[in-house]
């Protein structure tokens, strides 16, 4: 089934003419990686050296997004102010470009989106729906609203379901875990070493947040970036990663945690926070956590 993205002057949802407009910028930023790998000699507010790529993909989508009736604010991981329009409803938070250091080697990489119904930063509770594109080798989206998950292969303008209602599979199969292992706690490592010796799971590892969630949610299992010895909130950051991710695999029936809550539980203090993330299958998320405590 093809999705007919709605037309932006005439659609009244400003969540879905949101989307929309992520669905079609994705095929156009793919297309624009091309020549945009190299670094661009500056950071964003996290500390990180940007590519070419995150900046031209930021500033596309919020000249896109800010246009949008509906549209409150913009904000994302790659400027350090949140862009307030004249609008009142809805307040994206968006993720450009996701593993953008994976561009070197040519690997997958992500588009990262939030919509909440709150001003910005905002608890995961006030998210009305967040997804993310995948650039594979074809390009995906996962858009999660009202506690479903839908799956689309998104070709120049046109979006395909490939599968509704999407669930985490029942037997965890994959697992990744980001950081250096030398930073890990005690506690965590310990867990690692439970899941690896379970001969059924197997590790699936790209250095992109949304390339390993997304093998977690076609097969099962966990992906987590935990608390580090040298940067106790790990490094995703809430608003714009931790969120959106931990929304859409708990619309999928999974479950995410900070350690010791939920991920949407979690009151934001400033747009830029990081937080430590686990995502997955709910009896493996369970078990961190009693790992954990
Ligand atoms: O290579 P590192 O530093 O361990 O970090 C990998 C993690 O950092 C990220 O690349 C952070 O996202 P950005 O690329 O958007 O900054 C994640 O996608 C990934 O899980
Ligand atoms: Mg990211
Ligand atoms: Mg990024």
Request: proline share 6%.
């Amino acid at each position: 089934m093809t999705v007919a993205d709605p037309d932006p002057r005439t659609e009244d949802d400003p969540v879905e003419v949101v989307v929309a407009t992520i669905a079609r910028s994705a095929v156009e930023i793919r297309q624009g990686l091309v020549g945009r790998r190299s670094d661009a000699d500056q950071e964003n507010p996290s500390g990180e050296t940007q590519v070419e790529a995150d900046v031209w993909a930021d500033e596309l989508l919020a000249d896109r997004l800010t246009s949008i009736d509906g549209v409150a604010q913009y904000a994302s991981e790659e400027r350090s102010e949140i862009i307030d329009c004249e609008d009142e409803a809805y307040c994206v938070a968006v993720d450009p470009l996701d593993g953008s250091s994976n561009l070197k080697s040519n690997n997958t990489m992500g588009t990262v989106f939030g919509i909440y119904d709150e001003p910005l930063p905002a608890p995961g509770s006030a998210l009305v729906a967040a997804g993310f594109v995948l650039y594979g080798p074809i390009t995906t989206m996962a858009y999660a609203r009202d506690g479903t998950v839908t799956k689309y292969e998104l070709t120049g303008g046109e979006r395909s379901v490939v599968e509704e209602d999407v669930t985490l599979p029942d037997d965890p199969l994959v697992y990744g875990f980001g950081g250096r292992v030398p930073h890990w706690s005690d506690d965590f490592r310990e867990y690692v070493r439970e899941i690896e010796s379970n001969p059924d799971h197997k590790l699936r590892y790209g250095g992109a947040m949304i390339g390993d969630v997304n093998q977690v949610l076609t097969y099962g299992g966990i992906f987590a970036y935990p608390a580090l010895e040298d940067s106790p909130r790990g490094k995703l950051r809430l608003q714009f990663e931790g969120n959106p991710i931990a929304y859409v695999i708990e619309s999928a029936g999974g479950r995410s945690s900070d350690g010791t809550q939920s991920i949407l539980e979690i009151d934001p203090e400033i747009v830029h926070e990081r937080v430590p993330l686990h995502v997955g299958n709910t009896d493996l998320i369970e078990r961190l956590e009693s790992a954990l405590a």
